[in-house]
Each structure stands twice: as structure tokens, then as C-alpha cells.
């Protein structure tokens, strides 16, 4: 099963390393990642989606957590939360197949970022089931490059 | 006062009570030994920088303190991977100073530069590189804290030498904490109380206990609970010495090369009180066959250790003497009101597993046993030097028939073993301890991977003796390749190997050679009471292996015996 974690660490050189590093010397897999900091200097949030059974997902949290560097761990998928990817593509726009495009933009409340005669630069954010359905949308049309942020993920406020 | 970036570092050594530093010089870190002679340390110069971190990690082990390792940049930093790797996997706190290059050059591909922080991140608890002087005497302060604390393990600063000669203000931090690490030491009261009912109630109660209980210092307290509650106890490798050999309740070591006793107990146990260990694939087993009935209760400091490869019905996230002692707090009173139901059944059960197989060798008239070296050595030491061990049948061997009286008297490389590691480590048992007979139990092929501290056992006038239980073997691949690979002996034989007694004396130690049964013990008798360095060349009957064996991937109850 695919989880969220979420990952509050110290913001300082080798960070990413030592998470990256753990993921890859016991086997587990990074899906997406993602790192910014946040707004107490000095700490930085990573989101890692990773997919795994319990007891994997088990020692990735507990091993996250035994990193020197790291001051929180949170697995988002344990409690209620919203997920937002952004996305960046540049799709074929020639001829007929502007209009179909600029439709689809209009459906998935996407943003035209950038405009040249052949081709248009769309940005949408969404979770990943709907930046997939996009993708598998535009894909008929043409779509030259894709850029993905990976998830970002918060818990709700109200929990049940 | 403004010191420099090395007087800041040997001050910092100082003040955290360091008096023993193992280490070899180096471009990159000059200007600390320059340094060095204006402060109380004592540095032992090795011939090898896997010495010293060896060393340094035996002396850990031998005191319970931090042990301190001073390397150059670049070759010198990655000779002492092993040692760190080492020092990991068993958990030993080792605080290792290595040099850099100058903070300009480094990413230069400059000479002697290695990017060690980043080689050793996966085998250190954590690691620093320091560019920036005014930092140091923190991350000094936090190296030793990681070290120490928690789940101990090393921690590696790596120095470059510009930051070696920058002035800045010394001050150092009398206390440390840091917001993202807080070690769990004191049980969850709940579970300490679940724990001390499901103890008396066990019926076929055994407690399984691993090197965290020595390296919290437990040991007492396991031996009290044991016998307050009649319980039998086996032990990790890394645990000998946790409980008294001489005890009926000792059952041996468990595992690959466990006693039939303590694999059979472990596996029919209905409760196992795992404390300090962590289920290693060499104590396990199959793991889909290991203790099918038993209820898991499993303490250790370290969260990750827990349900890692069992599932354990109460885990407790404890310092095991934390642990141990509010448990007694529960257990005496509850005793003392209310005595407990002896499970005599269960003990009559565990005494003739004990006496029914026991562990054994036939010593005869012509060819020496190893076995019968050990046990030698045992008997003349009264189980109470300290025996460190390289990595093969000898550490096996040492590990089943020495009788281990006291805890941090065995010293082996259990998690990572590493060859070469009983001689080096050894050395450093032998600085902490001057007065106490530290012994290497060897075979002829360890004792080539750090022969060259001989020197240094020399030099320093360190009484280490080193006892090679020679069969011209890479002995325990050999057995392998004889049980499991049809006698294939592909490049395990030694048949060209150094003369060691002559060996002994080109290094200026005492050296002895044995081929004769009958002189085994006089030759060792006399080897241990000269006060300098020796190798016992101990010609071994060549093809004897270690039993009980479980091989890889069966089950830990179906042992080849002999």
C-alpha cells in the first residue's frame, strides 16, 4: 500500500543523504519525495510517498525516526489528510488540437503558463489520481515533457 | 581564551575524560599531533588504522567508555571502515577524529581527499564534517553524547586541517540537548507490569538475553531476576559473561552454534523474555520455525530492533537496566506477599536437554582439540581474563567452552565479524586493563589480517597474549565447504602460512608452538605469566569442526551434532 510520511528534519548539509541513503541500504523505495523548509529556521519538511506492507512501512517510520536529524515522523496515511502534487507539461498545441487542449485546461482548472504557436506550457495541482487522469487525458493529444513536484500532504483539522 | 581548531579538540578529549587515543599520523591531521604531546593523553601509535579503530573499539568494550580513534584524511580514513562498520553492528560507542583536507580543496579530487562522511554514513549512528571552527567544540560535545547514549554506536568528525590551525574563543558546553534526539531509557510502567505477569504466569518461562544488557550494565539485575523466578538463560554472542557460567540456569549460547539445551529451551519455551537483543538471523534461525508457541516479550533501547524480525507480543522501548530494575521494584514485594508457582516441570525438562547433550569433544593421546585449548585456557584463567576473539571456528569455539564469569570479558566481533579484529581489540582491552591477562583466541587465518600490531604490543609493552588455534584452515568456510559444498575446499587451505613463533620473536614478542597434548596446558601456563607479548602456535587437529551446527536456513532445533 502507497503511504504518505511526513518528515520534519533538520535543515543541514547531508540531510537528504542520510533519508535518501536509508531508503536505498534497506531496500525500500521512494516514490516521490520532496523537501522545502518550513517556517521555524533550521527545519526543513520532506513528504515521501513510499508503498510497502505494515511491518515494512513499521521500520521505515521507526528507522526515520532513529536518523540523528530527524525530529518528527509522521505516516499521513494513518489519519485523515490532503494530498497536492504539482504539475508542470508542455503539450502539442497545433492546429485542431489547441482547442481540445485549451478544453481540457478549462475541465481540470489547469493554468496556460506559457504560449508559443506549437505548443503550451499547462501548471495544475491536484491529488495524484487526477493529475494521472490528466496525463492519460493529454496523452491522445501529445505531451512533450512533464515535471512533477511529487506529493505534499497535511492532516486535516478535523480528525474523527 | 581563543585556541586553535586542534588545541580545541585534544582540550575537548580531555574534559570528556578521553585518556587513551589510538591513532596513526597523516598530512591532514599534523597539526593536531603537533599539538598532542601538551596534553594528558595517552596515543598509541599503531602500525595500521584498522588497529586503531579496533583498539579503540576493545577498549570500549573491555570499560564501557568511548573509545577514541585520530586518523589522517583520505587511505587513513577509509582503512578504518571496517572497524567503524564494526563498532555499528555490535553497537559500541567509538568516537572516531578523522583529517580532511583544507575546507578550499575539498571536491578538488585533492590529494588524500575522501569524501568519508558520506562513505561512512550508513555505518556510523552519525557523523560530522566541521568547516566551520566555532562549531567544534559543540559537535565534539554532541559526538561523544551520540555515542554514549541511546543505542551507543559511533560517531565520526571529520576535521579539515584549515580548521585545525583557525583560532576561535573556547567554550566548552558542560550539558547537551538535542531537539531531535531523545533516547528512550525508562519503561512504560503498563507494560513493565504486564511484563511481571506473564513472568510468573509462564509455565516454560526463558529469558534470551544480548549485549544490551551488558552495555547498559544489567547484568545483576538479569542474574536476580533469573533466580528470584528460576528462569533459564541463554545469551546472544554478544552477551556472554552477562550471567555466570557455573550457574545451573546458564544454558549457553543459542543460535548457528548454540548448546542443544538453549536451542531446544528457546524453541519450547511458552515464554521468551528477549532483553538487549535484537533476533539475528544467526540466533533465529528459520524464522517461520522459531518459537512457534511462545509468547515474545521483547526490551530494547532501540525502537527499531522491535518487531523487526519477530513479531513480539509486549515490546518495551527500554534501558534494559532501567527496565530490569522497575521491574524488580514490581517483582520483590509481589514475591515476597506471594510466592511464585516453580515450574518444575519445565526445569526438570531444561536439565536434561543440558545433561542429555552437552557441549563435546574427544581429546586423545596424539592430535590437540581446539576445544580442549579453550577450555585449557578457562581453566587456567578461572573464567576471568579477558578473551577477545578473531572471527571463524576460534571465536565459535572460544564462545561455547570458556566459562564466562563476568560481563566485558568477552570481546568479539559478533554482527559484522570481522577478521582480523581479536588482536587490535585486544591491545585496547590490554591499555584500559594493564594488570588483567587479555587474551586473543585466534586461528592462523585471522591473525595474518592485523598481525602487524604486533609492533605496536611491542612497543607500548602490552602482555597480550595470542593463543592460534592453528589447523591450516580458513576453518569455518572449510566446514561449510565439507557439510555443504561436497568437500570442495576451494581457497581455504593455508598451506603456506608464516612460521608464528619465529614470527613472534622477528617482532620482538615471545613466541611457543604446541603440538603435543600433554604440554598444551604447561606451555600456556608459562605463555601467560611472562609479562610481554606472546603467540601459542597451537597445531590443532585440522579437520575438527564446531557442533552443534544449524545450517543456514533451517530451523534452530534440527542441529547437527557432531
Not at chain 2, 86 to 107: C, F, K, R
Not at chain 2, 164 to 172: A, F, G, I, V
Not at chain 2, 392 to 412: D, E, L, V
Not at chain 2, 508 to 518: H, I, L, Q, S, Y
Request: charged letters at 20%; glycine letters at 8%; proline letters at 5%.
Amino acid at each position: 500500500m502507497r503511504h504518505i510520511l511526513s518528515i520534519l528534519v533538520e535543515n543541514e548539509p547531508g540531510v537528504l543523504a542520510r533519508v535518501a541513503g536509508l531508503f536505498s541500504g534497506r531496500g525500500y523505495n521512494i516514490e516521490t519525495l520532496n523537501v522545502a523548509p518550513t517556517l521555524t529556521e533550521g527545519l526543513s519538511m520532506m513528504t515521501i510517498t513510499t508503498t510497502g506492507d505494515e511491518a515494512i512501512i513499521e521500520q521505515i517510520v521507526k528507522q526515520l525516526r532513529k536518523l540523528v536529524t530527524t525530529l518528527k515522523v509522521v505516516d499521513l496515511t494513518e489519519v485523515k489528510s490532503v494530498q497536492r502534487e504539482m504539475m508542470l507539461l508542455r503539450v502539442d498545441a497545433e492546429g485542431q488540437k489547441r482547442v481540445e487542449v485549451l478544453r481540457i485546461v478549462d475541465i481540470f482548472r489547469c493554468k496556460v503558463v506559457d504560449v508559443s504557436p506549437d505548443e503550451l506550457v499547462l501548471e495544475v495541482t491536484g491529488n495524484q489520481e487526477k493529475l494521472t487522469a490528466l496525463i492519460n487525458l493529454l496523452q491522445r493529444i501529445g505531451i512533450k515533457e512533464v515535471a512533477r513536484t511529487g506529493a505534499v500532504a497535511m492532516r486535516r483539522g478535523m480528525q474523527e | 581564551m581563543e585556541l586553535t581548531g586542534a588545541q580545541i579538540l585534544l582540550e575537548s578529549l580531555r574534559r570528556e575524560g578521553v585518556e587513551v587515543v589510538f591513532g596513526f599520523p597523516g598530512g591532514a591531521v599534523i597539526d593536531i599531533y603537533d599539538q598532542l604531546p601538551h596534553y594528558p593523553l595517552r596515543h598509541v601509535l599503531v602500525r595500521h588504522e584498522q588497529g586503531a579503530i579496533h583498539a579503540a573499539d576493545g577498549y570500549a568494550r573491555a570499560t564501557g567508555k568511548v573509545g577514541v580513534c585520530l586518523v589522517t584524511s583520505g587511505p587513513g580514513a577509509t582503512n578504518t571502515v571496517t572497524g567503524i562498520a564494526t563498532a555499528y553492528m555490535d553497537s559500541v560507542p567509538v568516537v572516531i577524529i578523522t583529517g580532511q583536507v583544507p575546507t578550499p580543496l575539498i571536491g578538488n579530487d585533492a590529494f588524500q581527499e575522501v569524501d568519508i562522511v558520506g562513505i561512512t554514513r550508513s555505518c556510523t549512528k552519525h557523523n560530522y564534517l566541521v568547516k566551520d571552527v566555532r562549531d567544534l567544540a559543540r559537535v565534539i560535545k554532541e559526538a561523544f553524547y551520540l555515542a554514549s547514549t541511546g543505542r551507543p554506536g559511533p560517531v565520526l568528525i571529520d576535521l579539515p586541517k584549515d580548521v585545525q590551525t583557525k583560532l576561535t574563543e573556547y567554550k566548552y558546553p558542560k550539558t547537551i540537548k538535542m531537539r531531535s534526539y531523545n533516547p528512550t531509557y525508562a519503561p512504560n510502567p503498563k507494560q513493565v507490569a504486564k511484563v511481571a505477569d506473564v513472568l510468573r504466569k509462564a509455565k516454560k518461562p526463558i529469558i534470551y538475553a544480548g549485549g544490551g544488557v551488558i552495555a547498559s550494565e544489567a547484568s545483576e539485575d538479569l542474574a536476580w531476576l533469573a533466580r528470584a523466578l528460576d528462569i533459564p538463560v541463554t545469551a546472544t554472542l554478544m552477551a556472554l559473561g552477562c550471567f555466570p557460567a557455573d550457574d545451573p540456569r546458564w544454558l549457553g549460547m543459542l543460535g548457528m552454534h548454540g548448546t542443544y539445551a538453549a536451542n531446544m529451551a528457546i524453541s519450547n519455551a511458552d515464554l521468551i523474555l528477549a532483553i538487549g537483543s535484537r533476533f539475528d538471523d544467526r540466533v533465529t534461525g528459520k524464522i517461520s520455525e522459531f518459537a512457534k508457541n511462545a509468547k515474545i516479550v521483547h526490551i530494547d533501547i532501540d525502537p527499531t530492533s522491535i518487531q523487526k524480525n519477530v513479531p513480539v507480543h509486549i515490546p518495551v522501548v527500554a534501558d534494559c537496566k532501567s527496565f530490569l530494575t522497575a521491574l524488580r521494584g514490581i517483582l520483590e514485594p509481589a514475591l515476597a506477599a506471594e510466592p511464585s508457582t516453580p515450574h518444575e516441570a519445565w526445569t526438570t525438562k531444561v536439565m536434561d536437554w543440558k545433561a542429555e547433550k552437552p557441549l563435546s569433544y574427544a581429546q586423545d593421546e596424539t592430535t590437540i582439540k581446539p576445544q580442549f585449548v579453550v577450555e585449557t585456557i578457562s581453566k587456567l584463567t578461572k573464567g576471568e581474563a579477558v578473551i577477545t576473539t578473531e572471527v571463524g571456528q576460534n571465536q565459535m569455539w572460544a564462545a561455547q567452552f570458556y566459562a564466562f564469569t563476568k560481563p566485558r570479558s568477552f570481546i568479539s566481533s559478533g554482527g559484522l565479524g570481522t577478521m582480523g579484529f581479536g588482536f587490535p581489540a585486544a591491545i585496547g582491552a590490554q591499555m584500559a586493563f594493564p594488570d588483567r591477562l587479555v587474551i586473543d583466541v585466534a586461528g592462523d587465518g585471522s591473525i595474518q589480517m592485523c598481525i602487524q600490531e604486533l609492533a605496536t604490543a611491542v612497543c607500548y609493552g602490552l602482555p597480550v597474549k595470542i593463543v592460534i588455534l592453528n589447523n591450516g584452515y580458513l576453518g569455518m568456510v572449510r566446514q561449510w565447504q565439507e557439510l555443504f559444498y561436497k568437500k570442495n575446499y576451494c581457497a581455504t587451505c593455508l598451506d603456506v602460512a608464516p612460521d608464528f613463533v619465529k614470527l613472534a620473536e622477528a617482532y620482538g614478542a615471545a613466541g611457543f608452538r604446541v603440538t603435543d597434548p600433554a604440554k598444551v596446558e604447561s606451555t600456556l601456563a608459562e605463555a601467560f605469566a611472562l609479562p610481554r607479548p606472546v603467540i601459542v602456535d597451537v597445531v590443532v587437529d585440522r579437520e575438527e569442526n564446531v557442533a552443534p551446527m544449524v545450517p543456514a536456513g533451517k530451523s534452530i532445533t534440527e542441529m547437527i551434532l557432531v
